[in-house]
């Protein structure tokens, strides 16, 4: 998964790429591998209660890909502005959700 993430940001110059996957009773999502470009470092474990962030993981179900321009103000993704988008200085995301026998068990965030 570290070459995953890496390659992705690489290619596409962005600083940050991770990959997801949800508990076995998909009431959160942990993960596996996040990569920053900048201090060009691989992490892991941070965690995102799916009661958190309600209107986020619905719109996975329901798109094959998840793309947001401008992530502080589309419904989907407004729930990170605080926690996540701000702090981050995160304008946009582009997230498709990894799927396994017709159910989603993860996403890859970019």
Known sequence: ???ITQVFSLILNLERASILFYNQNNSASF???LYELTPNQHS???ELSFSDY???FQALESEKCMVV???KQDPKTTEFTETYL???LISSMLDVPI???G???GVICI
């Open 1 to 3: 998964m570290q070459e």
């Open 31 to 33: 993960c596996a591998n």
């Open 44 to 46: 892991q474990g941070y």
């Open 54 to 56: 309600p209107k986020y």
């Open 69 to 71: 321009y401008d992530a």
């Open 86 to 88: 701000t702090p981050l």
């Open 99 to 101: 799927h396994l026998k």
């Open 103 to 105: 159910e989603i068990k």
